[in-house]
């Protein structure tokens, strides 16, 4: 697994500890940022949930994303992100937050510095659980309909929802048994 574009390009990124966590590929991982310059995301401030190795905010980054919070429950997992953001020399641009979502999402939502993300990327174990607390983060005022684009990795085998919250799925992209589903 390596960083594809960018300033950290060709860096390689240690992955999760755990053989649970299945990080997402190169090409998927390329695809879905081709597909998010082609629509002129800006990647000011991006939110990272279900993080694993970090590999999708630390791609952000190296393609010019300003701040990254990354969101992982398990301590393992977590301390490979970090290791990731120094071989990256990202740290400085991103905080780690190890908690599950739903907590995580609670203390970003609590800070008053933290307003709307323009990016939010979401690579859940299941789509299907994952959807309440995505839907509560564009209802937190976390995202926004028209200032974020939300993008949510799952099985080929299944549709990601139309809606969440206000945010409206605008493109699907299909790679072998990964799909991935863009929301703005």
Same mark, same amino acid.
Not at 2 to 20: E, N, Y
Not at 57 to 80: H, M, N, P, Y
Not at 94 to 102: D, R, S, T
Not at 142 to 159: D, K, P, Y
């Given at each position: ?43 000011t401030?991006?939110?990272?949930? &279900?993080?694993?190795?970090?590999a999708l ?25 970090r290791?990731?953001?120094a ?26 510095r933290?307003g709307? &993300? ?7 174990? &299941? ?14 005022g ?18 990601g ?17 990964s799909?991935?589903?863009?929301y703005?």
């Open positions: 697994m390596r960083v594809i574009a960018g300033r950290a390009k060709g860096h390689r990124l240690a992955g999760p500890p755990s053989r649970a966590t299945r990080p997402t590929s190169d090409l998927v991982r390329g695809a879905i940022f081709s597909a998010l310059e082609s629509m002129g995301v800006e990647l401030r991006v939110l990272d949930l &279900y993080a694993g190795s970090g905010g630390i791609e952000a980054l190296s393609r010019g994303g300003q701040w990254c919070d990354f969101v992982e429950k398990d301590a393992r997992t977590c301390a490979s992100i290791e990731n953001l071989k990256t020399r990202f740290e400085g641009l991103a905080k780690v937050h190890c908690a599950p979502v739903e907590r995580a999402l609670a203390r970003l939502e609590a800070d008053a933290t709307p &993300y323009t990016l939010v990327l979401a690579d859940p174990p &299941y789509a299907q659980e994952a959807a309440p607390s995505l839907e509560r983060l564009v209802e937190s976390l995202a926004e309909a028209g200032g974020t684009v939300l993008v949510l990795e799952h099985s080929s085998r299944e549709e929802p139309e809606r969440l919250g206000g945010l409206s799925q605008v493109k699907t992209l299909r790679h072998g048994d799909a991935v589903s863009i703005r």
